[in-house]
């Protein structure tokens, strides 16, 4: 099995910033990719963005572009450094995992965190 831990998440007026972390443990060697999803609210989930653990290419949603930055620490830990943050980003954000990294959907993910609160106040 594969776990995640979320940390970093919190309130920020618009235009302010946050950086969110995701550590994983337990059989990390099963994990290719990692992404980042969110849910507000009476909304589905949706992907943010993902990258490749080894060779880091990343993969944006359109409505992040530019503002948001996934890294990759270390062989455990991948970094989401959000920059002026908009209101309709508020959310619950998730860490997940994939082992097959097949696609951007999250049932394509079969490890998941627990989420951390993204509130972004006008």
């Known amino acids: 099995q594969v776990q995640l831990v979320e940390s970093g998440g919190g309130s920020v007026q618009a235009g302010g910033s946050l950086r969110l972390s995701c550590v994983a443990g337990?059989?990390?060697?099963?994990?290719?990719?990692i992404g980042w999803f969110r849910q507000a609210p009476g909304k589905e989930r949706e992907g943010v963005v993902f990258?490749?653990?080894?060779?880091?290419?990343t993969h944006y949603a359109d409505s992040v572009r530019g503002r948001f930055t996934i890294s990759q620490d270390n062989a455990n830990t991948v970094t989401l450094q959000m920059n002026s943050l908009k209101p309709e980003d508020t959310a619950s954000y998730y860490c997940?995992?994939?082992?097959?990294?097949?696609?951007?959907?999250?049932?394509?993910?079969?490890?998941w965190g627990q989420g951390t609160q993204v509130t972004v106040s006008a």
């Open positions: 997940a995992a994939s082992s097959a990294c097949m696609g951007w959907a999250p049932g394509d993910f079969g490890y």
């Open positions: 337990g059989l990390i060697d099963r994990v290719k990719c």
């Open positions: 990258i490749f653990l080894g060779d880091r290419v």
